[in-house]
């Protein structure tokens, strides 16, 4: 079964601290993966994808494979980081995305 | 270009009552696909429209059901409204393929009383 955990409802930290979203997957084949964000009151935008290996806003995620994981990492948080973030897996057809629960970051001053 | 835009913004409805979302897709989007998002939960698939079409359909009743126009937009539908249809509806829309980047409207609020 398709699938995506994101163990964590509420990560709170620090600014200036490092930061670490968990995501696993169940997925057989080779799997699509996104990070998705949600600001206070804003649409739900797309933060970055594996295959582009980019990082934005400071933010990068890495696929591995064999811990079935697509964790998002940041060095330093910053409190306009506070947010919603969504780990979400595309399925083999394209286009349907299963998602996490999703992960409120909290940044405090 | 206005991105996925979606219609009404909030709504209220009551049990049984049925009740129509629209969207429009991003410009040079082909394919419009469906999320229930209940409070507190990540978005939920609906289902998938292309080429006027029913591509995919996600874990709904028939009650559930849409519709693609030949200018790309989209409507859903919901029959025989229930309480816990109350939730966020969101439109996404893309270019159909794998590992194309899905795009979201800023939904649709529906509360059902």
């Not at chain 1, 163990?7 to 600014?15: A, I, N, Q, T, Y």
């Not at chain 2, 999320?35 to 080429?51: R, S």
């Not at chain 2, 409204?81 to 893309?94: I, K, N, T």
Request: net charge neutral; proline share 5%; charged share 20%.
């Amino acid at each position: 079964a398709q699938r995506v955990t994101q163990p964590e409802k509420l990560l709170s930290v620090f600014k200036g601290a490092p930061v670490e979203l968990k995501c696993n997957y169940s997925y057989s084949g080779s799997p699509e993966l996104f990070w998705y964000v949600q600001y206070s009151r804003q649409r739900l935008q797309l933060l970055l994808r594996h295959i582009s290996r980019e990082s934005i806003k400071g933010f990068t995620a890495d696929l591995n494979k064999g811990e079935t994981s697509f964790h998002l990492k940041k060095p330093f948080a910053q409190e306009e980081d506070s947010a919603m973030y969504y780990c979400a897996l595309e399925d083999n057809q394209g286009g349907k995305l299963i998602f996490g629960q999703g992960t409120e970051l909290s940044v405090k001053p | 270009d206005a991105g996925v835009t979606q219609s009404p913004t909030h709504l209220i409805k009551t049990r049984g009552q049925q009740v129509t979302l629209r969207c429009s897709p991003k410009s040079g989007h082909d394919t419009v696909s469906w999320y229930q998002q209940a409070l507190g939960q990540g978005p939920q698939f609906i289902f998938q429209y292309y080429e006027e079409e029913e591509r995919q359909r996600g874990n709904f009743p028939d009650r559930f059901s849409g519709h693609q126009f030949p200018n790309y937009s989209s409507e859903l539908n919901v029959n025989a409204l229930l309480l816990g249809d109350s939730a966020l509806y969101l439109c996404a829309s893309s270019r159909l393929g794998r590992g194309n980047t899905i795009y979201f409207g800023e939904g649709s609020w529906l509360t059902v009383v």
